[in-house]
C-alpha cells in the first residue's frame, strides 16, 4: 500500500463542499442552542464561552473549506480561485486571531472554561457526524 491516501472516485469536489456547508450549519446550529441552554442553566457567561468555541470552530471549517478549494484548483492545475493568497495567509493569521479571541473570552467572561473546550470541540463532532453520513450513503 502506498503512503498516498486516495479519495473514492465517487466524492466529488462538489460533494466535499456540500459536506463542509451541513457542517458550517450543523455547527452554528448547535452553538446556539446549546449556548443558549448554557446560559439558561449556569450562567450566560457560559453560555457565552460555549458560543465563542463554536462560532471559532464554524470559521475554522469555513476557512479549510476555502484552503481545499485552493489545493484542489493547485493540483488539477486549474486557475486558483480568487483571493486564494488572501486564503493562505490566512491559515497562518488564524491561530493568532483565534488564539486572540480565546485568551480575551476566558478573561472577559469569566465562565466555565471547559463550555469553550467543547465549543471549540464542535466542529470535530459535526465533521464527523457529516462524513459518516457520506460513507453510510
Known amino acids: 500500500m502506498s503512503g ?3 479519495l473514492s ?6 460533494t466535499l463542499q456540500a459536506l463542509l456547508q451541513r457542517a458550517i ?3 452554528l446550529i448547535l452553538g446556539v442552542l446549546v449556548g443558549v441552554a448554557l446560559a439558561i442553566s449556569t450562567g450566560w457567561q457560559t453560555g457565552a464561552l460555549f458560543l465563542v468555541g463554536a462560532l471559532i470552530s464554524a470559521a475554522g471549517i469555513f476557512e479549510w473549506q476555502r484552503l481545499v478549494g485552493v489545493i484542489n484548483a493547485k493540483i488539477r492545475n486549474h486557475e486558483a480561485p480568487r ?3 488572501l486564503t493562505v ?13 480565546i485568551y480575551v ?14 465549543g471549540l470541540g464542535l466542529a470535530v ?7 459518516l453520513r457520506l460513507l453510510r450513503a
Open 4 to 6: 498516498e491516501a486516495q
Open 9 to 14: 472516485p465517487e466524492i466529488s469536489d462538489a
Open 25 to 27: 450549519r450543523n455547527t
Open 83 to 85: 483571493g486564494s493568497s
Open 89 to 101: 495567509t490566512f491559515v497562518a493569521l488564524r491561530l493568532v486571531i483565534f488564539g486572540a479571541a
Open 105 to 118: 473570552s476566558l478573561n472577559c467572561l469569566q465562565g466555565h472554561p471547559l463550555a469553550l473546550v467543547f
Open 125 to 131: 463532532a459535526t465533521l464527523t457526524w457529516e462524513a
